[in-house]
């Protein structure tokens, strides 16, 4: 599946809130979400319009490798 190129902070943050993310602070123009889902995982998420899609990937790839599940089914969990 490929990468959405329009997302952004705000909307891949609330879109995270499926899998129990949930911000925990903000300095500047990063939030950093926490999740206890699976074990502690935090990520940090540029609060920009679009993210970059290499920072999108690695992003998502973590996450991903996080719930030991594919970035294609991530994705489409997330509905992005």
């Given at each position: ?61 973590r996450i991903a490798a996080h719930h030991g599940m594919s970035v294609d089914a991530l994705l489409k969990l997330l509905d992005l």
């Open positions: 599946m490929r990468l959405p190129r329009d997302i952004d902070g705000p909307r891949l943050v609330k879109a995270l809130s499926v899998l129990g993310y949930e911000a925990t602070r903000q300095k500047g123009s990063h939030i950093r979400v926490t999740t206890q889902r699976d074990g502690e995982n935090h990520e940090v998420i540029p609060w920009h319009h679009p993210i970059k899609v290499g920072t999108l990937s690695s992003t998502l790839k």
